[in-house]
């Protein structure tokens, strides 16, 4: 997959399937189900590195991981969030930040949160040659400014603000953007309004596409969860019932047995 198939989808009517992987090992459980796109999320700040939300993870340590989800080989499109701070400092740094996500750690496109007032960071970039997704609604690397997490776009000029945000992620060049936690309705309006595909995280059915976090949709994150998270498989319960079980053997000598003894 590249960002012209990306873009075709839409005109296509085609859903687009997304997922977060942080490591070679959920990049490749990621691939049977052979999803559209990969993106390397700053959520790996929470659900890896067990910080309390996404600011703190750096550069170094995104790129890290994407090279590890690289190297599961997937035919996904492969996308690297840039953190906290790493983007709309210096136009320099900018540029080198995310220069490194392509060369260096092998990732197909960067993904940018911010609308309007971040419009010139994505041409700047796609300017030099570096694909980017946009991220609009709720913006995690706000989280202090907003207050929490909470549901964006819930009165008609705020929508609009939205709209904005989104058509101005288009004209400077983005191939297309996440919608975060928004009523469906204005999940529906936003995809409408613009041509390039929107993505949405707890915006609705109406999306061109979804995206939900490796550790949420596996059980493996057993934080407070968003409404929007449907767990698909209890994966946490799973090993943990199995570390206890091995841990018990151990105790009681039954591990190892002469099966698995030389």
Not at 78 to 95: I, L
Not at 219 to 228: D, H, I, S, T
Not at 238 to 258: C, H, L, M, Q, T
Request: charged share 25%.
């Amino acid at each position: 997959m590249n960002t012209e198939d990306i873009k075709k989808m839409k005109a296509l009517g085609k859903k687009i399937v997304a997922v977060t992987a942080y490591d070679w090992a959920t990049a490749s459980l990621c691939r049977a189900a052979a999803p559209d796109i990969v993106l390397v999320g700053d959520s790996l700040s929470m659900v890896a590195l067990g910080y309390d939300n996404t600011l703190p993870v750096t550069v170094d340590e995104m790129v890290h991981h994407t090279k590890a989800v690289v190297r599961a080989g997937l035919d996904s499109l492969v996308v690297a969030d840039m953190p906290f701070m790493s983007f709309n400092v210096s136009m320099e740094a900018t540029v080198y930040n995310a220069g490194r996500f392509i060369k260096e750690a092998g990732a197909q496109a960067v993904k940018i949160e911010g609308g309007r007032e971040v419009s010139s960071v994505v041409k700047l970039l796609v300017d030099r040659g570096i694909p980017v997704m946009g991220h609009v609604g709720l913006t995690p690397q706000d989280v202090l400014v907003l207050g929490g997490y909470k549901v964006q776009a819930k009165t008609p000029e705020k929508i609009e603000f939205l709209m904005k945000d989104a058509a101005a992620l288009r004209d400077a060049g983005a191939f297309s953007v996440v919608l975060e936690c928004v009523p469906a309705e204005v999940g529906k309006l936003v995809s409408a309004s613009v041509d390039i595909p929107v993505i949405g995280i707890g915006a609705g059915p109406f999306c061109d596409g979804q995206i939900m976090v490796f550790s949420d949709l596996t059980g493996l994150y057993e934080k407070k969860k968003a409404k929007f998270v449907k767990v698909y498989a209890d994966a946490g319960g799973v090993i943990k019932n199995a570390v206890k079980k091995y841990a018990d053997e151990v105790r009681k000598g039954e591990f190892p047995d002469k099966e698995h003894s030389y």
